[in-house]
């Protein structure tokens, strides 16, 4: 059993930066991909960012060039550098290691 803790979220300014860290109770390593997810209000959940083992990222479209995810095994931690925050980036963050999730940290970008 993997629990996952998100933090480092809360209220930006439109442009502005945040750093979300995902902290798992277990070892993370043996997990291929892990990730974040999020979902704003009234709509579903989205895939955000995700990192392999290896190191390949993967990322939507909507946030591709502003956001970094990055992990590190010996700590067990699964970053995500939101960079240029715009008002739609607004939603409740999940940190994503299949078949775990997080309970999620919420992001408010505000104009």
């Known amino acids: 059993q993997v629990q996952l803790v998100e933090s480092g979220g809360g209220l930006v300014q439109a442009g502005g930066s945040l750093r979300l860290s995902c902290t798992a109770s277990g070892v993370i390593s043996s997990i291929n991909a892990v990730g974040w997810s999020r979902q704003a209000p009234g709509k579903q959940r989205e895939l955000v960012a995700t990192i392999t083992r290896a190191g390949t990222t993967i990322y939507a479209d909507s946030v591709k060039g502003r956001f970094t995810i990055s992990r590190d095994n010996a700590k067990n931690t699964v970053y995500l550098q939101m960079n240029s925050l715009k008002l739609e980036d607004t939603a409740v963050y999940y940190c994503?290691?299949?078949?775990?999730w997080g309970q999620g940290t919420q992001v408010t970008v505000s104009s």
């Open positions: 994503r290691a299949l078949p775990f």
